[in-house]
């Protein structure tokens, strides 16, 4: 008996099977070397003046401090690239593999060079896990509105208190967002209280600061159940809650700025902003971020800067420098592609021409919102400076 071969089947042989592999690698190949090279190009590239650019090349180099396992990966990948495409002699995808391992090697190392020439930093810690946050209660402090409590351990009556501030563009994020940094500053023997406020829309210019402050009278009036100190309370906050945190304690009995609740006002103790906005009409001028910013200031303001400009001065706390604010410490990146790198040192040199100990604190390479990454370097090198602010100017205050 004899066995025909049926011409319906297609049969896969080692070099057609091999062929087809070379195919599937060449695609992922190019497909690595063009998003690194996006990538890249975000990341190192100087502001474009087209807004619409801007905004795609501003939001994808906010991912990128996020990516760093993923380029240390697409560096071996690159260097694979190179090497296969050139005994293939593909001249040209080997070319894309050197620069985009140039290019993946560069957002590594340039950010860890420049953070090593400014603190302490490790790459153990760059990858280490967020201390447990665990809080010691939720409350509801107004408009039910919660606020989260973390006490810290051994503290006798009379310590001082911190109320934190989230962040989110004025109009997301919640009072959990920050919370290994909140049990970090508990830690370090302050009791620390993050809360929840009104977000826009509609506009709520006035009704989250009146929120935080709100908040703050809650705070002392319960002093005694917490073991506080009602005249050592201090305020912060990261991004837009870094705003409000600012206006809040520069405004004490400032009649646009009331508590969203019958309490008294006083002044704080400390204040801190991290990353936060101090002049929204500077800011739309200069962000990074465009769209995004004209969005969420219009959104929480009411209006645009044309329409609405006494809100936005109001609402920057460069317009409430003067006399006997309290300490403050500012802590930006000098990459945020949201917030200008230029905001929080100006603040402080208005503050320190008004005899306010205020400190600025720019740290290279670092990104909007480097604080969510507990490891990055932004974070290692923040540390020791809150730390010691907060004992200068709260715990030992």
């Not at 760059?126 to 447990?132: N, R």
Request: charged letters at 15%; a positive charge; proline letters at 7%.
């Amino acid at each position: 008996m004899t066995l025909t071969a049926d011409p319906a089947v297609t049969v896969i042989t080692p070099k057609k099977r091999k062929r087809g592999l070379a195919r599937v690698g060449s695609v992922l190949a190019w497909a690595m070397c063009g998003l690194v090279a996006l990538l890249g190009v975000a990341f190192f590239a100087p502001p474009v003046p087209i807004d619409p650019v801007q905004d795609v090349l501003g939001m994808m180099a906010l991912f990128v401090p996020w990516l760093t396992g993923f380029l240390m990966v697409c560096v071996l990948g690159a260097v694979l690239t190179v090497v296969l495409a050139w005994r293939t002699r593909r001249r040209v995808l080997s070319s894309a593999g050197a620069v985009a391992g140039l290019l993946s090697a560069g957002m590594v190392i340039v950010p860890w060079a420049a953070a090593a020439r400014t603190g302490e930093v490790s790459w153990s810690q760059y990858f280490a896990s967020p201390p447990v946050a665990a809080t010691t209660m939720t409350e509801t402090y107004a408009h039910d509105l919660k606020i989260d409590v973390y006490r810290p351990a051994g503290r006798a009556a009379g310590g001082p208190a911190l109320l934190y501030v989230h962040g989110g563009s004025w109009n997301s994020g919640t009072r959990a967002d920050s919370a290994p940094w909140l049990r970090w500053m508990a830690d370090q023997g302050i009791a620390v209280f993050s809360i929840d406020y009104r977000l826009s829309p509609p506009p709520r210019w006035q009704d989250a600061v009146g929120d935080a402050k709100c908040a703050l009278g809650w705070i002392r009036a319960r002093a005694a159940e917490y073991g506080i100190a009602p005249s050592n309370v201090s305020i912060a906050g990261d991004s837009a809650g870094g705003q409000i945190a600012l206006v809040a304690a520069y405004t004490v009995n400032d009649q646009r700025f009331r508590p969203s609740c019958d309490v008294p006002e006083a002044p704080v103790k400390s204040a801190m902003g991290w990353y936060a906005p101090t002049d929204l009409p500077r800011l739309l001028e200069e962000t990074g971020l465009p769209s995004a910013a004209t969005a969420a200031t219009r959104d929480y303001l009411g209006g645009d800067l044309a329409t609405q400009h006494d809100r936005y001065e109001a609402s920057s706390a460069v317009t409430h420098v003067r006399t006997g604010l309290p300490p403050t410490l500012l802590v930006q990146g000098d990459r945020d592609h949201m917030i200008p790198a230029t905001q929080a040192a100006d603040l402080a040199a208005r503050l320190q021409a008004a005899g306010v100990p205020a400190t600025a604190v720019t740290i290279p390479w670092a990104e909007h919102n480097f604080t969510g990454q507990w490891g990055s370097w932004g974070a290692q090198i923040m540390r020791p400076h809150v730390s010691r602010f907060l004992k200068e100017h709260a715990i030992q205050g």
